[in-house]
């Protein structure tokens, strides 16, 4: 079982940064992929980004993957010691707004929401412009 918490929304203006949290609990942190989504008010939870699980290797190779909507301007790093995953948010815009939740599950590296087991309550962003 994984619990995740999110941290760190909150409004900003157009062309501002934020960075999110997410603190799993749990002492398989390594082993699950983790990664970000969000839902914006009337519309559909999409996906942000991900980072790939370990897969045991001594060298970890952290591979991401992003949404083309946020490429270039958002990035996802994870300190497993922490059992922590970010989501650095640069260069916002109005349409960034939406909840955003952290997600935990096994597979390597995945991008759609039934590859995900654990989610987080989310947290709020908004963006004015």
């Known amino acids: 079982q994984v619990q995740l918490v999110e941290s760190g929304g909150g409004l900003v203006q157009a062309g501002g940064s934020l960075r999110l949290s997410c603190a799993a609990s749990?002492?398989?942190?390594?082993?699950?992929?983790m990664a970000w989504f969000r839902q914006a008010p009337g519309k559909e939870r999409e996906f942000v980004g991900t980072?790939?699980?370990?897969?045991?290797?001594?060298?970890?190779?952290?591979?991401?993957y992003y949404a083309d909507s946020v490429k270039g301007r958002f990035t996802i790093s994870r300190d497993n010691a922490k059992n922590t995953v970010y989501l650095q948010m640069n260069s916002l815009k109005p349409e960034d707004t939406a909840v955003y939740y952290c997600a935990a599950g096994t597979k390597y590296i995945a991008t759609k929401i039934d590859d995900y087991d654990y989610w987080g309550q989310g947290t709020q962003v908004t963006v004015s412009s």
């Open positions: 749990g002492r398989t942190f390594s082993s699950h992929a």
């Open positions: 980072i790939k699980r370990s897969d045991g290797r001594i060298y970890y190779d952290g591979r991401t």
